[in-house]
């Protein structure tokens, strides 16, 4: 029988403890996250102008905090089970806030990195918190409308980033889309220090797991650093197959410690439950499909297509807008039908979706774009909810901290490995034909070798027209180096559709958790 924690005294403060308001206060703690997930997409091409960002540090902009999230969101949870998951929660919160306006203070594309790093830690205990909130929050018929809205409010700052970010990089700069976060989370911790409820497991005592915690963060570290530099030297090169081989042998260093620790970091009974492990693998996937097409669409918005921050952002408002309509929708199909139905469907859209937008050319207007961003939306709210009730549900309510935890790791790491393969197989690719494109284009034969150096600046879909070239030279230079990026964005969402499509047959594996009523421990 499932452990439930002690209930809590009755409060005689006004509001105290109530489910709903306890969801107001998360919601805006996570919507934080949320516009940061969209506006440094439409914000990336502005710092890269201005800092002069390559390529390799544009996606550390993103990869460096999605890592910093994916090593410390399991510790996070535990510590938010041990320690109190408002506690944790306000922490994660506030330190937020504070990163985020330090980066828009940065004057360099190093201060610019190391700080995102310092959001993706702080990110990590707000996240996985505010699920074990609500877990114990509400009772087990509310939980998936619960999960639903709290997925819906973070897709409508998902939504509305775009066309935010867009109006302050072309209005202000692109500083002030992270000074942006901070009025936000005010709101949130101002809220949260009235209305939520300290809560925590009773048995999350004892050594805490360093050991544990130091191998899985260097065996997450290891695998994505050794993708980033599969992207630089190829997947051939013994430094990036030194860095697979490391993530492998730490990982199993990791599954052997849990084992034999007596408070392991990440009790591995969890993942006897085949819909709980399931529902980590879609949750990976899901972010996955989503931040790799999500990155590169908004390069091929803006560098491509030539639109301006604020046209790419309302351009987007399709799949970003449909976040909120699908939240709402796949909670009610969860809670009516489980949460196998949305996953299956879920990635089915989004497979067929990325597949059909690996057709588009160079010239491909709007109309042909904007049906395919509604299905990519559609199909992501039904994999986070579905995929999140499948984790939340199936864990007990005492390990709640733990299993959000689990969840945003599996999430955060795919969007890490997202932008990661995706930017690998576009970037490989652009080498293998750019020179090719160039001289197709009209390049002379001469010139073409010199301008294929440029390849890290052309997967970010930049030709590299030199100064003063003449008109016709730099027509053919720009019309040659958006036919390569072409080539790669292309290869890249044909990855993306086969891998969701592989996700959808590992969805008939989820079935209905066994959620019971949440209840919390006393405290502040």
Excluded: C
């Amino acid at each position: 029988m499932e452990r439930l924690e002690p209930r809590v005294r009755q409060s005689s403060r006004l509001g105290h403890g109530h489910p709903w308001l306890t969801l107001l206060a998360v919601a805006l703690g996570v919507m934080v996250v949320g516009l940061d997930a969209t506006v440094v997409a439409i914000a990336n091409p502005a710092i890269a102008r201005d800092l002069g960002a390559t390529f390799a540090q544009l996606q550390w902009v993103t990869n460096g905090y999605l890592l910093a999230l994916a090593v410390s969101l399991i510790v996070a949870g535990r510590l938010a089970d041990r320690f109190g998951r408002k506690t944790v929660f306000l922490i994660g919160v506030a330190g937020f806030a504070v990163a985020s306006v330090a980066v828009g203070f940065s004057s360099s594309i190093e201060m610019v990195i190391f700080w995102r790093v310092m959001q993706g830690f702080a990110g990590a205990l707000l996240q996985p918190a505010s699920l074990a909130i609500l877990r114990n929050a509400f009772p087990a018929e509310k939980l998936n409308m619960a999960i639903g809205i709290w997925a819906g409010t973070s897709g409508l700052a998902i939504a509305s980033g775009p066309i935010v970010a867009g109006l302050l990089v072309e209005n202000a700069s692109w500083e002030w889309v992270f000074f942006l976060n901070a009025p936000v989370a005010a709101i949130a911790i101002a809220i949260g220090l009235w209305v939520v409820r300290q809560s925590r497991d009773p048995e999350a005592t004892g050594s805490f797991d360093l050991p544990g915690v130091a191998l899985l963060s260097a065996a997450l570290f290891s695998l994505v650093w050794a993708l980033i530099k599969a992207q630089e030297h190829g997947f051939g090169d013994p430094l990036p197959l030194g860095f697979f081989g490391a993530a492998a042998v730490l990982g199993i260093g990791f599954l052997v410690r849990e084992q034999r620790a007596k408070h392991p970091l990440m009790p591995l009974g969890l993942f006897r439950d085949r819909s709980f492990s399931a529902g980590t693998v879609l949750a990976m996937l899901g972010f996955f499909a989503l931040f790799g097409a999500f990155f590169f669409l908004t390069l091929y918005l803006q560098q491509v297509h030539g639109m301006s921050p604020v046209d790419a952002g309302v351009r987007l408002l399709p799949m970003t807008a449909t976040f909120i309509v699908a939240s709402p929708i796949a909670g009610a199909l969860t809670a009516r039908y489980g949460p196998r139905p949305p996953l299956v469907g879920g990635m089915l859209l989004t497979a067929v979706a990325l597949f059909a937008l690996s057709r588009i050319s160079v010239q491909a207007d709007y109309l042909s774009l904007w049906p395919w961003f509604i299905v990519i939306g559609m199909g992501f709210g039904l994999v986070l909810v579905g995929s999140t009730e499948a984790i939340v549900g199936n864990a007990p309510a005492h390990q709640a901290g733990l299993a959000g935890g689990i969840q945003q790791t599996a999430a955060q790491l795919g969007g890490v490995l997202g932008t990661t393969v995706f930017g690998t197989v576009l970037a490989t690719r652009v080498g293998d034909v750019l020179l090719e494109k160039l001289t197709g284009a009209g390049v002379p034969a001469d010139v073409a070798p010199g301008l294929a150096a440029a390849e890290e600046y052309v997967a970010q879909g930049v030709a590299p027209v030199p100064p003063g070239a003449p008109q016709p030279l730099a027509d053919a230079i720009t019309t040659g180096s958006h036919l390569a990026f072409m080539s790669g964005f292309q290869t890249a969402l044909v990855v993306g559709s086969v891998i969701a499509l592989g996700a959808a047959l590992v969805s008939l594996l989820v079935r209905r958790g066994n959620t019971t009523p949440g209840t919390v421990h006393a405290g502040i």
